[in-house]
Each structure stands twice: as structure tokens, then as C-alpha cells.
């Protein structure tokens, strides 16, 4: 069964950056479209970034564009969220998602969810 374990949160100040990790295991990592959603406090699950299946053009929701880039190591099968600039409003649990074939991004259509990591950006 394909199991998706996220990694890299912790606790960091505005302005600072992190890595997220997500490892994929189970099924065949180059079917799927990969990406990354949040959820903080009272929100809705949002999407974050992403990697297209057919062409792996990449995707950024408008709040994160020139802050965060998304990558992935086929050889490794791991999906990656490198975040920069960070601020308080970034706060939220963050879940790598997989899609299979292309994807619409929409939270309700992914496959395969992560059980999340926490970042919490402190002011």
C-alpha cells in the first residue's frame, strides 16, 4: 500500500527557512502528481505547491510564489518543499499529497495524504 510520511518541521523564526521531506513508498512514485497542501488553525485545507504528472511543470498557490519550490528525486522517491522567507501566516500543519496521473490540485481529488508535519513560524 503506498504510505507517504512527511518530515523537516519544527519551529522557526520570520525570515528563516526550512526543508520539508515527504518519502514515498508502496506503488510506483513517477505515476503520481506530487504536491503539498497546509491546513493552519480554523482553516481550510489549502494548496501550496505542486508537480504535474505529464509534463512536471510546477504549480504555487499566489501566497507562496517566489518564496517556496517544490522538487522531487525520482531516485529516491522523495518529495521535497523548500520554504524561504517565512512568516507567521505560513503556520500550519503541511501534508505532502499524491494525485495519480495529472492532478487539479483540489484537496477532495488526491489519493494519498501524509499524516503531516507541524511548522510554526514565530514573530
Known amino acids: 500500500q503506498v504510505q507517504l510520511v512527511e518530515s523537516g518541521g519544527g519551529l522557526v523564526r520570520t525570515g528563516d527557512s526550512l526543508r520539508l521531506s515527504c518519502a514515498f513508498s508502496?506503488?510506483?512514485?513517477?505515476?503520481?502528481?506530487v504536491g503539498w497542501f497546509r491546513q493552519g488553525p480554523g482553516k481550510d485545507r489549502e494548496f501550496v505547491a505542486g508537480?504535474?504528472?505529464?509534463?512536471?511543470?510546477?504549480h504555487y498557490s499566489d501566497s507562496v510564489k517566489g518564496r517556496f519550490t517544490i522538487s522531487k528525486d525520482d531516485a529516491k522517491e522523495t518529495v521535497y518543499l523548500q520554504m524561504g522567507s517565512l512568516k507567521p501566516e505560513d503556520t500550519a500543519v503541511y501534508y505532502c499529497?499524491?494525485?495519480?496521473?495529472?492532478?487539479?490540485?483540489?484537496?477532495?481529488?488526491?489519493?494519498?495524504w501524509g499524516e503531516g508535519t507541524l511548522v510554526t513560524v514565530s514573530s
Open positions: 499529497a499524491f494525485d495519480l496521473l495529472d492532478s487539479t490540485w483540489r484537496a477532495g481529488n488526491m489519493d494519498y
Open positions: 508537480i504535474q504528472h505529464s509534463d512536471k511543470s510546477t
Open positions: 508502496g506503488g510506483v512514485f513517477r505515476q503520481f502528481s
